[in-house]
T-cell receptor
Framework: ELKVEQNPLFLSMQEGKNYTIYCNYS?????LYWYRQDPGKSLESLFV?????AVKQEGRLMASLDTKARLSTLHITAAVHDLSATYFC????????FGTGTSLTVIP | DTEVTQTPKHLVMGMTNKKSLKCEQH?????MYWYKQKAKKPPELMFV???????INESVPSRFSPECPNSSLLNLHLHALQPEDSALYLC?????????????????FGNGTRLTVT
């Protein structure tokens, strides 16, 4: 079974600062996805990373994939309050395996 | 707006009740999923249907019974639930027509049904 871990689990950051969320997975996988979930809401797909070295950017979020290290990162640039949410990575190998989630709070 | 529609949005049921959760998608996706999510936890896979056939059952208790009447619809029948079954139940779909693998495209989630068992 593929295990996916994220850190940190909780992240409180000031507006305007940068930070990175890490997603490690235990064995070779097919693809890596990032999702966002607002409180009480469903999950929204952010990025899909297909191969080693892949980088995707949307606004203040940038995701990357290192398949050799079995690591994906989600980098937040100049955080704003609207980015407060829980972020999940998910790796696939026969099915989707979700990470533990990172609850992000951006404070003024 | 989500392209996966779930009803009802909220459901309160007693332990002796029978109820059903419904999910519909019109994106032509060939795979449909039920997930259970507890507060502050990742979604837990319950069932996967691929081409209307049950392909994964993650050892879910028999008080949860899935049904896929056609490629656009997915139901989850509930009977004799326990209070610990209270959670957000999420339906998702993936795999566009012509894509051979359900995991080569993102999951599209519905807004979920918030279930409370009393």
């Amino acid at each position: 079974e593929l295990k996916v871990e994220q850190n940190p689990l909780f992240l409180s950051m000031q507006e305007g600062k940068n930070y990175t969320i890490y997603c490690n997975y235990s064995t070779t996988s097919d693809r890596l996805y990032w999702y966002r979930q607002d409180p009480g809401k469903s999950l929204e797909s952010l990025f899909v990373l297909l191969s080693n070295g892949a980088v995707k950017q949307e606004g203040r979020l940038m995701a990357s994939l290192d398949t050799k290290a079995r690591l994906s990162t989600l980098h937040i640039t100049a955080a704003v309050h609207d980015l407060s949410a829980t972020y999940f990575c998910a790796s696939t190998r026969g099915q989707f395996y979700f990470g533990t989630g990172t609850s992000l709070t951006v404070i003024p | 707006d989500t392209e996966v529609t779930q009803t009802p949005k909220h459901l309160v049921m007693g332990m002796t009740n029978k109820k059903s959760l419904k999910c519909e998608q019109h994106m032509g996706h060939r795979a449909m999923y039920w997930y259970k999510q507890k507060a502050k936890k990742p979604p837990e896979l319950m069932f996967v249907y691929s081409y209307e056939k049950l392909s994964i059952n993650e050892s879910v208790p028999s008080r949860f019974s899935p049904e896929c009447p056609n490629s656009s619809l997915l139901n989850l029948h509930l009977h004799a639930l326990q209070p610990e079954d209270s959670a957000l139940y999420l339906c998702a779909s993936s795999q566009e027509p012509g894509n051979p693998h359900p995991y080569n495209s993102p999951l599209h989630f519905g807004n979920g049904t918030r279930l409370t068992v009393t």
